[in-house]
């Protein structure tokens, strides 16, 4: 089974083309976390002693939030997941975050920053799978 951690130049060329004059964009991340993290090629932020990839993942939020919130975005959710209420038995998640943003643009800005790529790695060893979704509000759904 593929998995999926990173997004291709394709699915980013789209993205911008789709969403970059939308104004606000919120992220749907979808996550399976490793059960130990990996930080191999990554000793240069690897932890003293070895934790879970669901921990590596929380440094990553937690090193990355400042950066978050300067480019004016916010975490709206957190929370462990479970079974689907509807969809498929096989697709397990442990959790969710659900992030917004300004705009495409500070989206990018953002994921380019000096400092954030400094810690994206931790996502990296912690994670073993995600989606991520982007979205626009609809605000004529009647």
């Given at each position: 089974?593929?998995?999926?951690?990173?997004?291709?130049?394709?699915?980013?060329?789209?993205?911008?083309?789709?969403?970059?004059?939308?104004?606000?964009?919120?992220?749907?991340?979808?996550?399976?976390?490793?059960?130990?993290?990996?930080?191999?090629?990554?000793?240069?932020?690897?932890?003293?002693?070895?934790?879970?990839?669901?921990q590596?993942?929380?440094?990553?939020?937690?090193?990355?939030?400042?950066?978050?919130?300067k480019?004016?975005?916010?975490?709206?959710?957190?929370g462990?997941?479970?079974?689907?209420?509807?969809?498929?038995?096989?697709?397990?998640?442990?959790?969710?975050?659900?992030?917004?943003?300004?705009?495409?643009?500070?989206?990018?800005?953002?994921?380019?920053?000096?400092?954030?790529?400094?810690?994206?790695?931790?996502?990296?060893?912690?994670?073993?799978?995600?989606?991520?979704?982007?979205?626009?509000?609809?605000?004529?759904?009647?």
């Open positions: 089974m593929q998995k999926y951690i990173d997004a291709n130049p394709e699915s980013g060329k789209k993205f911008y083309q789709d969403f970059h004059d939308k104004g606000k964009i919120v992220m749907l991340n979808l996550l399976k976390f490793r059960e130990k993290a990996d930080y191999k090629n990554l000793e240069q932020i690897k932890p003293d002693e070895a934790i879970s990839g669901e590596a993942y929380k440094l990553y939020i937690k090193k990355t939030l400042p950066e978050l919130k480019a004016g975005s916010q975490i709206i959710y957190y462990k997941s479970n079974d689907f209420l509807i969809g498929p038995e096989s697709e397990k998640w442990d959790a969710v975050l659900v992030i917004e943003h300004k705009s495409v643009m500070k989206f990018m800005e953002f994921a380019q920053n000096e400092n954030y790529l400094k810690n994206a790695g931790h996502r990296t060893a912690g994670v073993k799978d995600s989606r991520l979704l982007p979205s626009t509000e609809i605000r004529n759904y009647t």
